[in-house]
């Protein structure tokens, strides 16, 4: 029988290494594809592309599969980068690598791999796909503090039909113990961080080269002015470093952190303390809505949901439900819920969909 192709998408990394290791292993006709997606500025400092392509083919080698190298740089700044900003301009914060898995790993990639005549694709996400009545479900990962579903709920039922997270089942020292007796050459490489394929670098100066700055007032809740912001794009709720503000008003010591942003006015609400009435909030509204099975979730029925990534599950409930809308209520209330982030609603460890924070 002819051996099932699968095309795995290679960083460079020790996750994405190990996929295409152990699909190897099983017996699988595996051909590695690595994505080149920015291009701007695109330098060793900040986005080491070269080094990351020069690892990759490094561990093809030792593995003994072919690696292909392709640009979607094109289609990162089309579909990714330009939303990246709008959302910044209008005051959000949004998270770029949840669009970057659903339009260039998930969609540019796999329309790249099946040219290649792939079977399947592959990726090194701390996942789990399981099929159920015929539909596919996007899982939780085993090790809860690598899972990676926040960040692809908004792949479809076509993606996942298509799509192998050889990783799910397994713990990250696993990964790295994996790659040590393999003698993968990248075994010990730091994980990346960092905006999705744009890399660690200065974030307020990477910003002001695309969007203009226009400094202001940071205000207490009753009008006080204890400072000035250098641009709204550059805070989010909840942010404490890099404000600017020392010491206290008042003298007893609390930081400072973001709880508000007034566009019309230009103007930064900050309060002091941690646990400050106006960080919390018990509920929330989002739209672009997507629900992986394609159809939604009941209503006034428990889900947990997540509005960040890292953040523990917390309990909720679906107010409403309407067109591309829904209403969120959590059972008690949530720090720093940021416009422009993800809301992930989950049952158990099933992944069902979410939507935007607005």
Avoid at 163 to 178: A, D, M, Q, S, W
Avoid at 277 to 306: M, Q, S
Avoid at 347 to 354: A, K, M, Y
Wanted: hydrophobic letters at 35%; charged letters at 25%; proline letters at 4%.
């Amino acid at each position: 029988m002819k051996k099932q192709r699968v095309v795995v998408g290679m960083s460079g990394g020790v996750d994405s290494s190990v996929t295409a290791w152990l699909l190897k292993q099983q017996g699988f006709d595996v051909v590695g594809l690595f994505m080149k997606n920015w291009e701007d500025d695109d330098t060793e400092e900040f986005c080491p592309a070269r080094q990351d392509l020069v690892d990759a083919v490094s561990v093809a080698d030792r593995i003994g599969i072919e690696i292909e190298a392709v640009n979607f740089s094109r289609e990162y700044k089309d579909k990714v980068f330009s939303n990246f900003l709008q959302e910044y301009r209008a005051g959000r914060t949004p998270n770029p690598d949840i669009l970057c898995n659903s339009e260039i790993k998930f969609r540019a990639f796999l329309d790249h791999a099946f040219s290649l005549g792939a079977d399947k694709i592959a990726t090194g996400h701390y996942a789990q796909v399981r099929e159920s009545n015929g539909l596919f479900q996007l899982l939780k990962a085993e090790d809860g503090s690598k899972d990676q579903s926040y960040f692809l709920y908004r792949l479809n039922q076509e993606q996942l039909s298509k799509t192998l997270f050889p990783l799910g089942g397994i713990l990250k020292r696993e990964v790295r113990e994996i790659a040590r007796q393999a003698g993968l050459s990248n075994s010990e490489k730091k994980d990346s961080t960092g905006i999705c394929f744009i890399g660690e670098r200065p974030f307020t100066e990477f910003l002001a080269r695309y969007m203009p700055t226009e400094p202001g007032e940071m205000r207490t809740p009753e009008g006080q002015v204890v400072g000035h912001h250098t641009g709204l794009m550059y805070y989010t709720l909840g942010q404490r470093q890099g404000l600017g503000i020392g010491g206290s008003r008042d003298g007893d010591g609390e930081p400072w952190y973001v709880a508000a942003k007034d566009m019309e006015h230009n103007l930064l609400t900050v309060v002091q303390g941690h646990d400050h009435p106006l960080l919390f909030c018990d509920h929330l509204k989002a739209d672009n809505l997507h629900w992986i099975a394609g159809t939604e979730p009941r209503t006034h029925w428990v889900y947990a949901a997540k509005t960040r990534y890292r953040q523990p599950d917390a309990p909720c409930e679906i107010d409403s439900l309407a067109g591309n809308c829904c209403e969120i209520r959590f059972g008690e209330a949530q720090w720093a819920v940021t416009p422009g982030q993800s809301v992930v609603v989950y049952e158990s460890n099933v992944c069902l969909g979410g939507g935007m924070i607005i």
